[in-house]
T-cell receptor, first 115, second 110 residues
Framework: ETGVTQTPRHLVMGMTNKKSLKCEQH?????MYWYKQSAKKPLELMFV???????ENNSVPSRFSPECPNSSHLFLHLHTLQPEDSALYLC??????????????FGPGTRLTVL | QQPVQSPQAVILREGEDAVINCSSS?????VHWYRQKHGEAPVFLMI?????EQKGHEKISASFNEKKQQSSLYLTASQLSYSGTYFC???????????FGGGTRVLVKP
């Protein structure tokens, strides 16, 4: 595997379910990100991790819970979601966190539908 | 505050040129450009770090006007492969997060 991978690619869940999204980066980067991409809206930054430590939490509801066990893996745990949470969830990584001069590498995303 | 991109959409014939603008109400440290094809991940194109800097990626180039707090992306002699949604991301300082614009949809027709 190369680059940034995400699983699953598609997920349909009910509002009472608990599920997790997984991201893995094979680039040796120190920073990982979760973004939410909704139709006709800009990419919204949700969380940023630098060397497994959360450095940014963008006022995200507590029904989204991130976990970064090591610098290569990032999870997003989901519980009691709302239909408006349906979106494409993108994971990204970069050499350093929140560094305006470092490009971000994105995964293919997980298309989430909440019924 | 997110940057504003214009136009929201553009349709081109193969070989035509187009310009996409990204404007901010705040002073910028850097501007990033990404392209996302339908159903795929955004792909990095280039970063501009200094006012007045210009860069190129194949026949796609960009400029950064620090005074105007604006960056422009130039699609020259467009190819079918240029179709997709182009996003700019801006950072106000070296240690700041990227804030993305709403995107510009580009469709290049034969």
């Amino acid at each position: 595997e190369t680059g940034v991978t995400q699983t699953p690619r598609h997920l349909v869940m009910g509002m009472t379910n608990k599920k997790s999204l997984k991201c893995e980066q094979h680039l040796g980067h120190n920073a990982m990100y979760w973004y939410k991409q909704s139709a006709k809206k800009p990419l919204e930054l949700m969380f940023v991790y630098s060397l497994e430590e959360r450095v940014e939490n963008n006022s995200v509801p507590s029904r989204f819970s991130p976990e970064c066990p090591n610098s290569s893996h990032l999870f997003l745990h989901l519980h009691t979601l709302q239909p408006e949470d349906s979106a494409l969830y993108l994971c990204a990584s970069s050499q350093e966190a929140l560094a305006g001069e470092h490009e971000q590498f994105f995964g293919p995303g997980t298309r989430l539908t909440v019924l | 505050q997110q940057p504003v991109q214009s136009p929201q959409a553009v349709i081109l014939r193969e070989g035509e040129d187009a310009v996409i603008n990204c404007s901010s109400s705040k002073a910028l440290y850097s501007v990033h450009w990404y392209r996302q094809k339908h159903g795929e991940a955004p792909v990095f194109l280039m970063i501009l770090l200094k006012g007045g800097e210009q860069k190129g990626h194949e026949k796609i180039s960009a400029s950064f006007n620090e005074k105007k707090q604006q960056s422009s992306l130039y699609l020259t002699a467009s190819q079918l492969s240029y179709s997709g949604t182009y996003f700019c991301g801006t950072a106000k300082a070296a240690g700041n997060k990227l804030t993305f614009g709403g995107g510009t949809r580009v469709l290049v027709k034969p």
